[in-house]
């Protein structure tokens, strides 16, 4: 299943259990967004994450690392532990006020970072000079 595909700014697979497994990242380029990679979701809380590069991402000749420091350019997975996700994309999540507001709004729904990011994804336009989740 996914989600938001109309921005073209991130897609996600949910599980059966109503969570995010997976969100596709993408990046938005002069020509429109463009997929770097995915961050994927493990446990039964989805309290780990991991990150891998696209193929196509890696191939292209204008590439970039996501964070310089966070994400480097490498075809294996990043992964978040100790964090829930990296903390390029911890930085694009809502704050704690945030976190909380959609909590209430939103109380049948168990949030995880994955829900976290999904409920934020697409709000803010990136540039590649900027760190993009």
Same mark, same amino acid.
């Given at each position: ?17 109503? +969570? ?7 990046? %938005?380029?002069? /020509? /429109? *967004?463009?997929? #770097? ?6 446990? +039964? +809380? ?25 994400? &480097?350019?490498?075809?294996? #997975? ?5 964090? =829930?996700?990296? &903390?390029?994309?911890? %930085?694009? =999540? ?10 209430? =709004?939103? *109380?049948?729904? %168990? ?13 803010? *336009? ?8």
């Amino acid at each position: 299943m996914a989600a938001n595909e109309p921005g073209g700014v991130v897609t996600w697979k949910i599980s059966r259990d109503g +969570r995010i497994d997976r969100m596709v990242v993408f990046v %938005d380029l002069e /020509g /429109g *967004p463009v997929p #770097a990679g995915a961050l994927t979701f493990e446990g +039964r +809380r989805r309290t780990q994450s991991y990150f891998t590069y696209a193929k196509s991402w890696l191939a292209r000749e204008d590439r970039f690392p996501l964070s310089p420091t966070g994400l &480097p350019i490498r075809p294996r #997975a990043v992964v978040s532990a100790p964090f =829930a996700v990296p &903390p390029p994309f911890a %930085d694009s =999540a809502p704050d704690g006020w945030g976190r909380s507001i959609l909590t209430q =709004a939103f *109380p049948n729904q %168990d949030f995880g970072m994955g829900e976290f990011l999904a409920a934020v994804a697409g709000v803010r *336009p990136c540039t590649p000079a900027q760190q993009v989740a």
